[in-house]
């Protein structure tokens, strides 16, 4: 599950740790009786991803490879400011996954991190709720379907969306991408 909104979302920034603004904070709450307490729960270091666990009550336990991509000196600000900037490390940092001009990490880092991620759910059989972020949900994805890094690119998921992928011990498939969770749903569990 993507954490829940928060300012840097709503306005495009590189995220940093920031909190969830209220609006995002709201809207999971209203989410919370979706979740059923049988799941193991795993969450990102970050801040937005521990109020995210705690306004859907869940006990969640932090799990450093689900954190953010960093960002390095573009977190905080916004994609134009740092195109403004910094075009040419824009371009090489959308045109080559192995580079990090920000400093930080580069995206082939952040794929193979969450891959190995993955790898070591293989052959477990609990189910998993585990609240992230945006980039770490397009980078398993990436990873469940074997595709290319530049795929990464063209993935979207959304505040609060929930991604199911499940394995078989041996391949994981990916069930369901950037699903927005209607109050219907709320007490079905996942």
Known sequence: MCQAPTRANRIALFPADEPLD??????????????????RCLRSPALAAQQTAEALRLPAESESD????DYGRWAGRSLETV???????MAQWLRDP??????????????????????GLRGQSDQIVAITHASVVRAA?????????????????????????TCNGILWTLVAANERLRRSEFSSPI
């Open 22 to 39: 209220d609006p995002g904070l709201e809207q999971a709450r209203a989410m919370s009786a979706r979740f059923n307490d049988r799941a």
């Open 98 to 119: 192995a580079s990090c001009p920000h400093g930080g990490e580069s995206l082939l880092a952040l794929l193979a991190r969450v891959a190995a991620w993955l790898d």
């Open 66 to 69: 689900l954190r953010e991509c």
């Open 141 to 165: 994805i990436v990873a469940a379907l074997g595709s290319p890094p530049p795929a990464f690119w063209r993935i979207d998921i959304a505040p609060l969306s929930v991604t199911k992928l």
């Open 83 to 89: 195109q403004a900037d910094d075009p040419v490390g």
